[in-house]
């Protein structure tokens, strides 16, 4: 048995990887630890545990974590650089804020406006989206999980990133739980029910990590990217438009390009997020405007998921050898 611990249980990642743990055939919890609610059942915390998981929340102890095959890091930015920092080497990490995702560390000072708190560790990491860099995963000993947003418009762009031409347009619309679970002001029930926004429109911190990604199969890639705030508890839509000159067969190009990865599904219609709520899929469904010379292809995903602690449980599979759907064989959430 794997033995891992979570540190950070008080956000929805770590609510989400405690379930997703359970029900794993491989792994035993070792440790579930935080900065609050120490000393509480797990329960307590979260009562959909009662009856289920009777640990007591631990304080954050770098020696005792140094005993867990793997650490689960799901703190906020620039706090966990510093565990991160004290474990390397001692134990497997996978990161699920955005100390680890971008390489260069300027970049980060720019968009997160603080330096890195652990540069030296940037070239250890690997960037954890297990369907393009799945051999570089099962060698790493720290991963950086990452960001939902990203993950959604990334699997979208991939498979045809060398043949684009001009800025690619990605418009994408998260469930609150996007935003996590402490208080944030303009998040209350009046302001988020029966409407709809835009944010982040002068600037998204996970455009770095697109187009840092992207990179690699085509140098010149640009992302104009606009969130919004869609009423919903969970999932991500995204559609992105792309200037493709020649037509192709879209359709037979992404499912070649995803053939072999179980939890990206290339689809005959749009999909909605009904269509992966509550699980590690990723939906995508690509169209080609003859008009406009444009590809347009809609991605879905659960944020809470494969935009996070689902696809940190399937990074964690790949690294360990285990079978990727390991822990992941959820059914959606209907209705």
């Known amino acids: 048995m794997i033995k891992v611990s979570v540190v950070g249980i008080t956000g929805f990642t770590g609510l989400e990887l405690i379930k997703i743990l359970l029900n794993h055939k491989g792994v035993e919890i070792a440790h579930l630890c935080s900065r609050s609610r120490v000393g509480e059942p797990i329960f307590k915390v979260y009562p959909q545990f009662s009856g289920v998981i009777e640990r007591v929340v631990e304080p954050i102890d770098v020696e005792l974590l140094k005993e867990s095959d793997l650490v689960f890091l799901a703190l906020p930015h620039t706090v966990s650089s510093g565990i ?14 955005a100390d680890f995702r971008l390489k260069d560390p300027t970049v980060y000072s720019k968009w997160y406006g603080v330096e890195h708190p652990a540069f030296e560790l940037l070239g250890e990491a690997v960037y954890g989206l297990s369907e393009l860099n799945r051999e570089m995963i099962a060698q790493a000993q720290l991963v950086a999980n990452p960001g939902c947003y990203a993950t959604s418009v990334i699997l979208a762009v991939a498979p045809v990133a060398q043949f684009l031409e001009g800025a690619v347009i ?8 996007g935003a996590g679970r402490g208080f944030k002001e303009g998040l209350e029930f009046c302001e988020v029910n029966e409407n709809f926004r835009a944010y982040s429109v002068s ?8 187009e840092q990604e992207l990179k690699s199969f085509n140098e010149n890639i640009r992302i104009a990217f606009i969130p919004h705030l869609l009423p919903v508890q969970r999932g991500i839509l995204s559609t992105v438009y792309m200037q ?7 359709f037979k190009l992404y499912s070649d390009f995803f053939n072999g990865d179980y939890f990206v599904r290339v689809v005959n219609s749009p999909p909605s997020l009904n269509s992966v709520k509550g699980t590690n899929f990723c939906d995508i469904y690509p169209y080609y405007d003859r008009r406009t010379k444009r590809l347009i292809v809609v991605s879905v995903i659960d944020n809470m998921i494969k935009g996070a602690s689902g696809q940190a449980v399937q990074n964690m599979n790949i690294m360990f050898g285990l079978d990727e759907k390991e822990g992941l064989g959820g059914f959606v959430f209907y209705p």
């Not at 991160?84 to 804020?97: E, H, Q």
Request: hydrophobic share 35%; no cysteine.
């Open 84 to 97: 991160a920092k004290s474990l390397f080497g001692k134990t497997k990490i996978i990161d699920l804020s």
């Open 170 to 177: 990605a418009d994408s619309k998260s469930g609150v739980s």
């Open 244 to 250: 493709v000159e020649r037509e192709m067969d879209f």
């Open 203 to 210: 600037g998204h911190r996970h455009i770095p990590e697109m």
